[in-house]
């Protein structure tokens, strides 16, 4: 956890949801960095983000993150899971000599 995903977090629970330029704006910090935090948090079980078409996605705060700014649970327990490898990036059986 970082200072940037507590004030992110904060700034959910405060205002309501938000892109991560309304976040962005509203931190005084850069939008791609916002981006990227507010999609580790996603991936911890902080944020939600509701994707809306042709437009930037939409981040909520979730339960997790709400019990998170009340001190209720420690960051640290949450780890964010690693995403799947995407199938165009995974090697063929034969690189490892299974195949």
Same mark, same amino acid.
């Given at each position: 956890?970082? =200072?940037?995903?507590? @004030?992110? =977090?904060?700034?959910?629970? /405060?205002?309501? *949801?938000?892109?991560?330029?309304?976040?962005?704006? #509203? =931190?005084?910090?850069?939008?791609?960095?916002?981006?990227?935090?507010?999609?580790? =948090?996603?991936?911890?079980?902080?944020? *939600?983000?509701?994707?809306?078409?042709?437009? *930037? *996605?939409?981040?909520?705060?979730? #339960?997790? /993150? @709400? %019990? !998170? %700014?009340? /001190?209720?649970?420690?960051?640290?327990?949450?780890?964010?899971?690693?995403?799947?490898?995407?199938?165009?990036?995974? @090697?063929?059986?034969? !690189?490892?000599?299974?195949?």
């Amino acid at each position: 956890m970082q =200072l940037v995903d507590e @004030r992110i =977090l904060e700034r959910l629970a /405060g205002e309501g *949801d938000g892109t991560a330029w309304m976040i962005a704006f #509203d =931190l005084n910090r850069n939008r791609g960095r916002v981006a990227e935090r507010c999609r580790v =948090l996603a991936h911890a079980g902080f944020v *939600d983000r509701v994707p809306r078409a042709h437009v *930037d *996605d939409k981040w909520v705060i979730t #339960d997790w /993150g @709400r %019990l !998170y %700014l009340d /001190g209720e649970i420690d960051a640290d327990l949450r780890r964010p899971s690693p995403s799947p490898r995407p199938p165009d990036k995974v @090697r063929p059986g034969w !690189y490892a000599g299974f195949g």
